[in-house]
């Protein structure tokens, strides 16, 4: 398809099996919808492609960072890999517009559940990558698209453990502990997506989805700050 053509153009990959390349973009609401023989949907790449994503960043942080210790790493990779980080850069990237999805899911532009489709479908397109043409293409690719965002990441502390930052400004600011609850759940039991908010007693502050209850706060709470404009940052 000429869509998938230009995207390869875009990044600067050219697939050798095209099929792969479609299956990475295929949501499972389509295949459930279309019934389409011969394509598979891409929760398989996406499994993959997080594998070769983690070990990427991983091996890219550990060099650049030879003074930093395992927790600080920990936390880089966790602002660099998480949803919210992966579902804008495939959007940056013009994802969206390959996306295979049922009418449905197709109509539910600029939602979390969308931005988490996103997100796994970049994991996907890495998967694809390496099946593809090997783990050096997948490694230069993320290299290029998504670990030149380390640098910000670091030097604007956007990898803090923004729960416990969270909850230092609210004390400050208001006297109260934020309080976290969990608010819908996303997707079957294998591949739960959690969407929690967080509240300052009874008022909303903002929400996070992640694929933790863990990873769901955290997000909620950088969503906070941002919201209440706390920490002078936009975490």
């Known amino acids: ?3 998938f053509s230009k995207f390869e153009e875009k990044i600067g990959v050219t697939f050798r099996d095209k099929t792969i390349l479609r299956e990475a973009f295929t949501h499972r609401s389509y295949i459930n919808e279309t019934r389409e023989k011969g394509l598979a949907q891409n929760e398989r790449l996406e499994f993959l492609g997080d594998a070769v994503v983690e070990l990427a960043v991983t091996d890219f942080l550990y060099k650049k960072y030879p003074h930093s210790n395992e927790g600080d790493l920990t936390s880089y990779r966790a602002a660099l890999v998480n949803a919210v980080t992966l579902g ?13 999805l049922s009418k449905g899911e197709a109509k539910d532009k600029g939602t979390k559940a969308r931005q ?8 996907a397109l890495v998967g694809a990558i390496y099946l593809d043409q090997g783990f050096l293409t ?10 030149g965002k380390t640098e910000e990441i670091v030097q604007k502390e956007l ?5 416990s930052f969270f909850q230092e400004e609210a004390q400050d600011h208001v006297g109260i502990t934020p309080v976290y609850k969990v ?3 996303i997707g079957p039991d294998h591949d739960k997506e959690f969407v929690v908010g967080v509240y300052l007693e009874d008022e909303f502050v903002a929400e996070g989805t992640g694929k933790s209850k863990q990873e769901a706060e955290q997000h909620a709470a950088a969503e906070g700050l941002k919201v209440r404009k706390w920490g002078g940052t936009s975490r």
């Open 159 to 163: 990898w803090r453990d923004a729960k």
């Open 138 to 147: 997948a490694d230069m690719f993320l290299k290029s698209h998504l670990l």
């Open 1 to 3: 398809m000429e869509k």
């Open 88 to 100: 804008d850069l495939a959007i940056d990237m013009g994802m969206e517009e390959c996306l295979l």
């Open 183 to 185: 608010m819908r759940e």
């Open 116 to 123: 988490i489709i996103l997100a796994n479908a970049f994991e």
